[in-house]
């Protein structure tokens, strides 16, 4: 499937979905965000230095702004910009800024890799359990590094990541459970390569949480928890932790 071709499914899933579509008010919808919230502020309070002490943030790929709104409503001070592929998906953000009583500083329909503002612009920058659609990794990196204060911050929150040789098993299985919008997992030496090309130092944090895992996958992460080898072998999801020089 071309690039054009996954952008557009991603693109409409949103303006077609029978529960996320910006006239749907539906109540599965706040109750699926809300139990992905308890893992975003999870990763949250593991950089939370890094937020408290930035003037302005990004989130890239932030659907309908909820994990935007939440940052918003920690640090008020702080200007947040929320970026999302799909106008429909940005188009309901106002529902997140209803229930947490905040309003989002800027609102962007845009790709992960054509950023509408100047280089340097952004201190910090959050991606939650997003970045494994963005497919032009190399060029979303180079906007990245653009658009980042020199020292800034950008992490990857929970992305489902693995190593080359398992990616094809990988990828069959998170497509198997959710079929209706491409997915993929990120070959973790692939990104940090990446992020070299692009002048950006990457570290990883493996992130094994069993918060929110079915019953199979609560067994599976409890046992990565206590093997840092399995983590870096087999399949896991991963904070990326990316660094522009000053």
């Not at 692939?190 to 070299?196: K, R, V």
């Not at 692009?198 to 928890?225: H, K, M, Q, W």
Request: proline letters at 4%; aromatic letters at 12%; charged letters at 25%.
């Amino acid at each position: 499937m071309k690039l054009e071709e996954k952008q557009k499914i991603e693109i409409d899933f949103w303006k077609n979905s029978v529960t996320e579509n910006p006239e749907s008010d539906s109540i599965e919808n706040i109750i699926g965000k809300m139990a992905e919230a308890a893992i975003f502020l999870d990763c949250l309070r593991n950089f939370e230095n890094v937020f408290a002490q930035s003037k302005t943030i990004l989130e890239l790929g932030g659907g309908q702004g909820w994990a935007s709104s939440i940052v918003k409503k920690i640090y008020p001070e702080i200007s947040v910009t929320l970026t999302d592929i799909s106008e429909f998906a940005i188009a309901s953000a106002h529902k997140w800024e209803h229930i947490f009583q905040v309003k989002i500083d800027e609102k962007l329909a845009c790709k992960s890799y054509e950023i509408p503002t100047e280089d340097s612009s952004y201190d910090c920058i959050f991606v939650f359990a997003a970045a494994h659609h963005f497919v032009a990794h190399q060029k979303t990196l180079k906007e990245i590094k653009r658009v980042l204060t020199p020292g800034g911050h950008c992490f990857y929150f929970y992305e489902p990541s693995c190593i080359a040789y398992l990616h094809k098993m990988a990828h069959w299985r998170v497509n198997r459970k959710r079929p209706e919008v491409p997915e993929d997992v990120l070959i973790y030496k692939q990104i940090q390569t990446l992020a070299s090309e692009a002048e950006l130092d990457c570290s990883l944090n493996f992130y094994p949480s069993v918060i929110r895992r079915g019953a199979f996958e609560t067994i599976y992460y409890s046992v990565l928890n206590k093997s840092r080898l399995l983590q870096r072998l087999l399949p896991c999801t991963i904070n990326y932790h990316f660094t522009s020089p000053k």
